[in-house]
């Protein structure tokens, strides 16, 4: 078995946040003795990702899932554990390593503000060595692919969110980055703009086979890009496999729709009705009644249609959040 | 459709280096050149510092009948008008600044990149000088006319200078690097970094020449970094200095850029695992 391009063993994040009360009295009790609280935003999380994998790395605000991506890319130093990029320890933040990775933070401007980003793009080549003929290759692959032609060539101040974004993102991958850590990349634009920059990291991975880890907050771009998604929530990881079976592991119910011939009857015997319109209702039921339900449905009443459905990913992701922290 | 893994080659260490720094210069003048008139109201600022000194020596020079301390009203003008080169050519990314760079998420930026920190600014502000030199001749024109200097430099004094004015940007690129370091401990790092501009001031001769200090003065200045940063660079160009106070103090300005850097070094290396990089 290939070696993953990512293995976290153990790693952890202790931040030392100061803290105090509110109040003059507490300012001047601070003043002689100063209180610090430990947060542990990550902690003890262990996974590795493969070649080539797309991973979707999900949790609320604050679960630890942006300082697990900084510590890979070597911007943190964990506070425990091990970690292994490409056989990099990130925290030495080798030359080596950095020429093989990049980061892009959504709403994060990394390009020179002033100066068309053609300019930025020219600074990047030299910091990364690249060889003119690879970099303008690299360069017109990438601003085809997300179509930034006519935007290159404006200061970059003058470009709105979503177009920033773009030219982002071309400049994060002149060097032909092996590992992507991709932190909400679509955050605050607008559907079609989304969209587009799912459809280009999903060609990016194909063309070159790249690694992504990508957080956000969009189910439409984990659903879009990622089989594999990792939940993490108060810095501690609750689920590590296939986006289809997250349901499966955190759904509470699944919901059964039906459509029958007498679309009057009441079905509030079998579950909740959550939806009723005509002849079709939908009833939501405990995930270990969904057979036994279905059965009854189908033995007392004249059914045209029945599904079965997975709550959507959100509904499922929301009960994944709504977990108490462990004490 | 194949997959392409392969990492791009990279170009040769030491030419890529100077490709870097070529490119950002050009990068910088370029953003520079964005903000002429900026610039312009910026240097304005900046020269009515010296002109205030100027001003207040050739006065008190005038009433003590031509001179102070052997140093006449047209050398008064002279160490000034090139003090107005020097200040702008030693400008730096300044302690301060780190905080913006860190608050501002530009560090985690920064960090991501196959590149050393320091080169970032060195070559940055490097460019920056092109932009700013090009705006301060006219200025420097015009307060030779009004204040007509006493300057005759020789060759080799023109040579020293020239390397002088890039060692003294060197070397308080370094010490404000490692000062600006401050601020991976504490968000509230000014009043230190209000001292040390208070010392630099009237230890490294740009308040007044360092000749019009005590003599205790003077002799603690050359055991401090202060000194090559603006009075060094400026007396080599307007000062009596002999070939081997020349030599020495372009040789002193080396020594304080090996100590600036290691100093350096050992600091970012502490401060940069203290880097928490929260929110940005």
């Known amino acids: 078995m290939p070696d993953p391009v990512v293995h976290v063993a153990e790693l952890t994040k202790i931040y030392k946040v100061p803290e105090r009360e509110a109040g003059l009295r507490a300012a001047a009790k601070a003043l002689v003795r100063r209180k610090t609280r430990d ?21 609320p605000n604050g679960a630890g899932k942006t300082t697990s991506l900084k510590m890979l890319a070597g911007l943190l130093y964990p506070t425990g554990g091990n970690a292994l990029v490409l056989g990099y320890v990130p925290s030495r933040r080798e030359r080596d390593y950095l020429r093989q990775m990049t980061m892009v933070m959504g709403n994060r401007n990394q390009l020179q503000w002033d100066i068309p980003a053609l300019d930025s793009f020219e600074l990047n080549r030299a910091i990364y060595r690249l060889q003119r003929a690879d970099y303008l290759a690299m360069r017109d692959e990438l601003i085809e692919l997300l179509d930034v032609g006519d935007l290159v060539r404006k200061p970059v101040r003058n470009l709105s969110l979503g177009e920033r974004m773009k030219v982002e993102i071309v400049g994060a991958l002149l060097h032909r980055p092996q590992v992507l850590f991709l932190d909400e990349p679509t955050i605050g634009l607008d559907v079609t703009m989304q969209k587009r920059i799912r459809t280009f990291i999903a060609e990016y991975n194909k063309r070159h086979g790249a690694t992504v880890l990508l957080t956000s907050h969009y189910m439409a771009d984990v659903e879009a890009l990622c089989k ?32 029958l011939q007498n679309g009057g009857a009441p079905l509030d015997a079998y579950g909740e009705v959550v939806h009723h319109e ?5 009833i939501r039921v405990p995930k270990a009644d969904t057979s036994r339900v279905a059965a009854r449905l189908l033995a007392d009443h004249e059914v ?10 959100e509904d499922v992701i929301e009960s994944v959040f709504a977990q108490p922290a462990a004490v | 459709m194949s997959v392409d893994v392969a990492r791009l080659p990279e170009a040769g260490r030491w030419r890529s280096l100077y490709d870097f720094y070529v490119t950002t210069m050009r990068t910088a003048i370029t953003s520079q050149l964005q903000y002429r008139v900026t610039n312009y109201f910026y240097m304005l600022g900046m020269i009515a510092e010296p002109v205030v000194y100027l001003v207040v020596w050739t006065t008190i020079a005038d009433q ?26 030693n400008i730096v990314f300044g302690a301060p600044f780190w905080e913006w760079r860190i608050r501002e998420g530009r560090l985690a930026g920064d960090l991501l990149k196959p590149m050393y920190i320091l080169h970032y600014d060195l070559a940055y502000f490097a460019g920056w000088k092109f932009v700013v030199v090009a705006m301060w001749l006219p200025i420097a024109f015009g307060l030779s006319a009004v204040f007509h200097p006493t300057l005759s430099p020789s060759a080799l ?8 004015i890039w060692g003294a940007y060197l070397v308080r690129s370094m ?26 001031m009237l230890l490294s001769g740009r308040l007044v020449p360092l000749q019009l200090m005590p ?52 600091t970012w290396s502490a401060a940069i695992k203290r880097f928490v990089s929260v929110g940005n």
């Open chain 1, 304 to 313: 045209v249609d029945l599904t079965i459905e997975e709550p959507p990913i």
């Open chain 2, 215 to 266: 003599g205790w003065v003077q002799t603690l200045a050359n055991f401090l970094p202060f000194k090559w940063t603006f009075g060094f660079p400026i007396e080599s160009l307007v000062g009596n200095l002999s070939t081997q106070q020349l030599l020495l103090g372009l040789c002193a300005q080396a020594l304080w850029i090996v100590i600036g850097l290691l100093l350096f070094k050992v």
């Open chain 1, 39 to 59: 947060v542990r935003a990550v902690e003890g999380i262990s996974f590795d990702v493969g070649a080539g994998e797309v991973v979707g790395f999900l949790g």
């Open chain 1, 228 to 259: 594999r998604v990792i939940v993490i929530h108060h810095g501690r990881i609750l689920f590590d496999g296939a986006l289809a079976s997250l349901a499966d592991e955190f759904a509470a119910y699944k919901t059964i729709g039906v459509v």
């Open chain 2, 175 to 200: 010490f404000q690097g490692t000062v600006g370091m401050l601020n991976f401990w504490t968000t509230r790092g000014a009043a230190v970094f209000d001292l040390y501009m208070a010392v630099e």
């Open chain 1, 278 to 282: 005509g002849d079709r209702v939908s």
């Open chain 2, 157 to 164: 004094e023109i040579v020293v200078f020239i390397f002088a």
């Open chain 2, 64 to 89: 003590e009948g031509g001179a102070v301390n052997g140093i006449t009203s047209g050398e008064f003008a002279a160490y000034y008008i090139v003090w107005t080169l020097v200040r702008n050519m």
